[in-house]
C-alpha cells in the first residue's frame, strides 16, 4: 500500500481509539518513555506501516526520519517488538465495539 493510502484510514483509527490506549500502551510495556516516538499513537502507526504497509524495517526507519523522528531500522524492530500485547488488548476494545455497533455478535482479539 502506498503511504499516501495509508494516511486517511490511519487518522480515522487515530479517532476510534479508546480514551485508555495510551495507559494500555503503559501498562503493556509498549511506549514507556516519549522521545523519538513522543505517544503511543506514533507507535501505533509503525505497526500499521509493518503489518498493513509491508514496509520492511528499513522502510519504516526512513519514513521516521523522513518525518523527523529519526530511527534506525534496529530501533524499530525494538518498539514493534514490544508491541503484540498493547495491540491485542486495543484489537479486544476496537473490535467489540465495531461489532455491536454493526449489529454483530463481536469479535475477541483472540479470534484475529
Known amino acids: 500500500m ?3 493510502e495509508f494516511t486517511i484510514p490511519y487518522t480515522q483509527l487515530r479517532q476510534e481509539l479508546p480514551a485508555d490506549s495510551a495507559d ?3 501498562e503493556c510495556q509498549a ?3 516519549a522521545r523519538v516516538l513522543e505517544s503511543p499513537e ?3 502507526y509503525l505497526v500499521l506501516l509493518y503489518s498493513i504497509g509491508d514496509l520492511s ?3 519504516i ?3 521516521c526520519t ?3 523522528k529519526p530511527l534506525t531500522d534496529e530501533a ?3 518498539r514493534l517488538g514490544a508491541c503484540p500485547q498493547w495491540v491485542e488488548r486495543l484489537g479486544g476494545k476496537l473490535l467489540p465495539a465495531r461489532a455491536a455497533g454493526a449489529g454483530g455478535s463481536g469479535v475477541a482479539a483472540g479470534d484475529l
Request: charged letters at 25%.
Open 2 to 4: 502506498p503511504l499516501h
Open 61 to 63: 526507519a526512513g519514513v
Open 57 to 59: 524495517l528499513r522502510e
Open 76 to 78: 524499530v524492530r525494538q
Open 24 to 26: 494500555l500502551a503503559r
Open 66 to 68: 523522513g518525518s523527523g
Open 31 to 33: 511506549c514507556q518513555r
Open 42 to 44: 506514533d507507535l501505533l
